[in-house]
């Protein structure tokens, strides 16, 4: 499997625009992670879902985010419009293991988008 | 509530001498805690995971961690340093019943030759 894979692997857009980042998880996998990166906050977990359905979109910071998972094996992370403020650089990451089997978990991650909102 | 902390930002060490990056988790559950390895403009990769089967665990490239209740540590530890270690170690906790991943702020490991 080639992993994680994310799209595009660098952005750059301007402010107002809309940017949508792209993923798809590895076959099988029937967990999905969004994650933003900053220097100022370190590594934020977004949403995530299980088996395509949002389960926690608590950490999605303003209506301005929104995320999807249309089927098993891609996910969108949608930013309309876009700011400054979004730039960083934003991870997903895909695992295997339901709830159930929490001891057992890994999380695979993808090489991420680098967004930069000028 | 379920967090890490990771006590130093940057660790300097010279090529072939021990590292030691630190971290302590508070959790009112049995933890299951991970160090991840971010090296420059990549992804992440898990270098080792404590899901409470031995405290002393090994992980790829020759790190080791050792989980200890007593003073709610999970250092990572490494006997001599090698060039190609020098990246950004995040050390991680496993929110239970939830699936979520909570990262500490990260610790840069700096290998001067």
């Known amino acids: 499997d080639a992993g994680v894979i994310q799209s595009p692997r660098h952005e750059v857009t301007e402010m107002g625009q809309e940017v949508t980042l792209r993923c798809k998880p590895i076959?099988?996998?029937?967990?999905l992670f969004w994650y933003r990166q900053t220097m100022m906050r370190g590594l934020e977990l977004l949403i995530y879902?299980?088996?395509?359905?949002?389960?926690?979109d608590s950490g999605m910071p303003e209506d301005r985010f929104s995320a999807k998972m249309p089927n098993a094996s891609f996910s969108t992370l949608k930013i309309q419009p876009s700011e400054p403020r979004d730039s960083a650089v934003y991870f997903c990451a895909s695992s295997l293991r339901g709830a159930t089997v929490l001891l057992d978990t890994e999380a695979f991650f993808g090489q991420g988008t680098r967004l930069t909102v000028v | 509530a379920q967090s890490v902390t990771q006590l130093d930002s940057h660790v300097s060490v010279s090529e072939g001498t021990p590292v030691l990056l630190r971290c302590n988790y508070s959790?009112?559950?049995?933890?299951?805690l991970f160090w991840y390895v971010q090296h420059p403009n990549k992804g992440l990769q898990l270098l080792l995971k404590y899901t409470s089967a031995a405290t002393l665990v090994k992980g790829i490239n020759g790190f080791e961690a050792e989980f200890k209740k007593s003073e709610t540590s999970f250092h990572l530890t490494k006997p001599s340093a090698h060039m190609s270690d020098a990246a950004e170690y995040f050390c991680?906790?496993?929110?239970?019943?939830?699936?979520?991943?909570?990262f500490g702020t990260g610790t840069r490991l700096l290998v001067s030759p």
């Open positions: 991680v906790v496993l929110i239970v019943g939830f699936q979520k991943l909570v």
């Open positions: 879902f299980n088996n395509n359905v949002p389960i926690d």
């Open positions: 959790s009112s559950y049995s933890p299951s």
């Open positions: 076959s099988g996998h029937d967990y």
